[in-house]
């Protein structure tokens, strides 16, 4: 099975139960079935339709002002307890996209992360897929 396929499988048709943010660009997504997706660095951002609804600089400290936005609580707001309708990987790239069921949301993570692997996916079944910096996606040992 392909590295896309293997992708495709584990987040399709999957409930995104949790979004957490750890510092440094690391985002993680929790799937029902214990699918885990880290952006490790990587830019992502949500869509609502054709418009951007979040990105994931957006819970940092603008301008300099000392308010902090609660980025990490819109996120969940707008993410968490959708369920993945479909995945689309960009061949030439590694960019992901997960579109959610009902209401135009989808996340696209750019695979520009600051190692050698844009962003990470496994799951409990032991898949483990990496974005390489290439732009295929390969094998990533935990």
Known sequence: MSFAS???????R??????????????MFEFAG??????????????VGEQIAFRD???????GQGKMDDGIGDA???LVGREVEAVRLR?????????FFGGGVAVEVINIGAGDDGWLLWTSRGIRVAAKHTGELGPWAA
């Open 6 to 12: 293997q992708v495709s499988d584990a987040l399709t």
């Open 14 to 27: 999957r409930q995104l139960t949790d979004l957490s943010y750890s510092g440094g660009g690391q985002w």
């Open 34 to 47: 214990e699918a885990r997706l880290n952006t490790a660095g990587s830019p992502w951002r949500a869509l």
């Open 57 to 63: 600089s957006d819970h940092i400290d603008r301008f």
């Open 76 to 78: 969940r707001r707008l």
């Open 91 to 99: 061949p030439d790239t590694g960019d992901l996209l997960l579109r």
